[in-house]
């Protein structure tokens, strides 16, 4: 059975940075890519990047370039988000998420709260 | 980027009715080297992570009922709903994934209620 274990809330001030993480089990971790996805409050889904933990390369929504870093451990199986600079907009429920073309498999979300 | 427009935002269905909701893409999605649509339904309930249900635009996840149903191709996909239950209740995201590795983007989402 395929797992995608989230790490749980936090609470950040504006400017600070925040790192989450996703441990998944039940399949070959560099099979698929690795992909983080934003809910904020009521509203839609919103694709932030990914991680090929084959080879490390990364690619980034435009709108957050410049402002996050997802990578992979292979040692771990483990993928990570790092996410900068945080703004009041960046309150939101954080998915990390599996697939190989569409996304099969979902954790269960991480609050990050931006507030002072 | 791709961007994907679904309609309508919201929709009220009787139980036992039909729900269709509709998915435009800004580009094709259709992949000229396999004919396959680069598109695919989830599910969402309150509280919950999104589920895949569709995939390749109309082929359907392991486990999901038959009344779930996507059809289309290149830039006009839609999801059906033959006979709405109680428990399809949801926020339903259309998504391409288009390019290896794909840059993936969403809907905007489509609520299904109870009429």
């Known amino acids: 059975e395929v797992q995608v274990l989230q790490t749980g809330a936090e609470i950040k001030k504006p400017g600070a940075t925040v790192k989450i993480s996703c441990k998944v089990s039940?399949?070959?971790?560099?099979?698929?890519?690795v992909h983080w996805v934003k809910q904020a409050p009521g509203k839609g889904l919103e694709w932030v990047g990914l991680?090929?933990?084959?080879?490390?390369?990364?690619i980034y929504a435009e709108k957050f370039q410049g402002r996050v870093t997802i990578s992979a451990d292979t040692s771990t199986d483990t993928g990570y988000m790092e996410l900068s600079s945080l703004k009041s907009e960046d309150t939101a429920v954080y998915f990390c998420a599996t697939g190989g073309g569409p996304i099969d498999y979902w954790g269960q979300g991480t609050l990050v709260t931006v507030s002072s | 980027d791709i961007v994907m427009t679904q309609s309508p935002d919201s929709l009220a269905v009787s139980l036992g009715e039909r729900a269709t909701i509709n998915c435009k893409s800004s580009?094709?999605?259709?992949?000229?080297?396999?004919?396959?649509?680069?598109l695919a339904w989830y599910q969402q309930k309150p509280g919950q992570s999104p589920k895949l249900l569709i995939y390749?635009?109309?082929s359907r996840e392991s486990g999901v009922p038959d009344r779930f149903s996507g059809s289309g191709s290149g830039t006009d996909f839609t999801l059906t709903i033959s006979s709405l239950q109680a428990e399809d209740v949801a926020v339903y995201y259309c998504?391409?994934?288009?390019?290896?590795?794909?840059?993936?983007?969403f809907g905007g989402g489509t609520k299904v209620e109870i009429k």
């Open positions: 991680v090929d933990p084959g080879d490390g390369e990364t």
């Open positions: 998504q391409q994934y288009y390019a290896t590795p794909p840059r993936l983007t």
């Open positions: 390749w635009a109309s």
């Open positions: 039940g399949y070959t971790f560099t099979d698929y890519f």
């Open positions: 580009q094709s999605v259709l992949s000229s080297s396999n004919n396959k649509n680069y």
